[in-house]
């Protein structure tokens, strides 16, 4: 979806009608603003842009960056998600041979 509507812009449309000698319609046209302006174009170019400089490693940093050997990198001790915890541990219990596969997992807050 183009930025600008995302934030906001209301497409625009313009129909024009066309009428016979006696009065009755004949037909009409509607043309609508592009989708797309110059300016979303532009910020998606430089999005495909960002995302093709990143480490294909998976680290989300820039490869111009993880690539110099000058630059000392540190990986901090994990959090721990309970929400997915609980998720892995219920799926866990599915993944056996006698268990049909199919089934859809979900977690929620317990009221």
Not at 61 to 70: A, F, S, V, Y
Request: proline fraction near 8%; charge should be negative.
């Amino acid at each position: 979806m183009p930025r600008s509507i995302l934030l906001g812009r209301q497409r625009k449309s313009v129909t024009t009608y066309e009428y016979d000698e006696n009065g009755r319609l004949v037909r009409s046209v509607t043309v609508h603003d592009p989708e797309w302006t110059e300016e979303d174009y532009g910020w998606a170019a430089a999005e495909e842009s960002n995302r093709a400089a990143l480490c294909p490693g998976g680290c989300g940093h820039p490869l111009e960056e993880t690539i110099d050997p000058d630059i000392e990198w540190e990986a901090p001790l994990p959090v721990v998600c309970f929400a997915c915890r609980t998720l892995a541990k219920r799926q866990a219990e599915y993944q056996r041979p006698d268990v049909e596969p199919g089934h859809l997992f979900h977690v929620q807050r317990k009221r």
